[in-house]
């Protein structure tokens, strides 16, 4: 969690739990719920712990979410390659949908337009986590009593 407290103690003023629930929360001693993402988003007023949230619970990762931070330039030139290969992804998915079959000799094709589109999805999202993301980067873990700068 990216809280930007100096402490847990500190954290626990503006979250309902306790400075121990909170560090058994960031260490992963105890898994947390959707309900708990959700009060740390809001009360830490830091919406992209949802995202990364999500790429972490049971159905996230079966369906392969991702939490990428990426510097805002790396993240904006690969969503710019992969669009201008996308025309090209959205062309053979055309042909392969004209029939309303994917047959065998369709089905490589088919498979690699899929990764093509979840690595799109993927760098779509590091692109959402930082429009989600507060102003400054904010410390990793608040258990060290130290914010970084």
Known sequence: ????????????????????????????DVEMEPEDALVYAECYQSPDILPRYCATCPVGRAIGRTATDRPLAHATLRVRRLIEDGQDVADRLEEIAFDGVID??????????????????????DIILIGLGKEKAAPGATGSGQARK
């Open 104 to 125: 065998a000799s369709e089905r490589t094709d088919f498979m690699e337009a899929l990764d093509f589109l979840r690595k799109l999805e993927e760098s779509i999202n």
């Open 1 to 28: 969690m990216r809280a930007g407290f100096v402490s847990r103690g500190t954290a626990s003023t503006v979250v309902p739990f306790s400075p121990e629930t909170i560090g058994r929360h960031e260490r992963g």
